[in-house]
């Protein structure tokens, strides 16, 4: 079993729609990573978290630990949206980072 | 503040050849992790670079190597190529320990195709 899920693997919607994208895992950690990366390859960070919930711009990012798992919202999505957004989790036992497989959204005009 | 910086951009490359990748992290980040992702096997961690000493190492043969330079900037070299090598590699910078308490910084890539 991967230490770290994520669904859909790929998702495709219309402008304006709400979207979810989630991360679930199974082991201890000391953070969890947002990344988006665009066709091209450039990776940028969205968001890190340890507790709560962080919100930037019409992206909202939150974490449940008990859980261990973790969401990603877009609000209002826009075509501009599309790209693949990865889960990265940075574990309690050791440096190396554990990523997610990723999430293909294409938002549709 | 200059973001992380990557060259080449591209590179095609023959089998059996070496090739070198470099990385300029942002200006006072001393750590430098790099990455290969394909599209079969996702994201995965070569190694990682601090303070000019390797700190971690993922599970990739001795071809793959790397060094840091006392300014930071960090190469990476794969010697006798192989066509599975053709990869897009990253480059990751921090201040500290990478991503522990701090931001991801993520260069463009260099994408190496292997013929």
């Known amino acids: 079993k991967n230490e770290v899920e994520q669904s859909p693997q790929n998702l495709t919607a219309q402008e304006g729609e709400f979207i979810t994208i989630n991360c679930s895992y199974s082991v201890g950690i000391s953070a969890l990573h947002w990344l988006q990366q665009h066709p091209g390859g450039g990776i940028v960070s969205l968001f890190m978290l340890s507790s709560g919930k962080k919100k930037h711009g019409r992206l909202i990012a939150t974490i449940n630990i008990q859980e261990k798992h973790s969401s990603l919202h877009i609000t209002a999505s826009h075509p501009r949206d599309s790209a693949v957004y990865i889960c990265a989790l940075t574990p309690d036992s050791n440096y190396q980072l554990i990523w997610g497989a990723g999430t293909k959204l294409i938002i549709k005009p | 503040k200059a973001g992380v910086t990557q060259t080449p951009r591209y590179l095609i490359k023959t089998r059996g050849q070496q090739v070198t990748l470099s990385c300029s992290p942002i200006?006072?980040?001393?750590?430098v992790s790099w990455y290969q992702q394909t599209p079969g096997q996702g994201l995965q961690f070569l190694f990682e670079?601090?303070?000019?000493?390797?700190?971690n190492k993922g599970n990739f043969p001795g071809r793959f190597s790397g060094r840091q330079f006392s300014n930071s900037r960090s190469e990476m070299n794969v010697s006798t190529l192989e066509l599975g090598d053709s990869a897009l590699y990253l480059c990751a910078s921090s201040p500290g320990q990478f991503l522990v308490g701090t931001e991801a910084f993520f260069g463009q890539g260099t994408r190496l195709t292997v013929v």
């Open positions: 670079y601090f303070s000019e000493t390797q700190r």
């Open positions: 200006s006072g980040h001393r750590s």
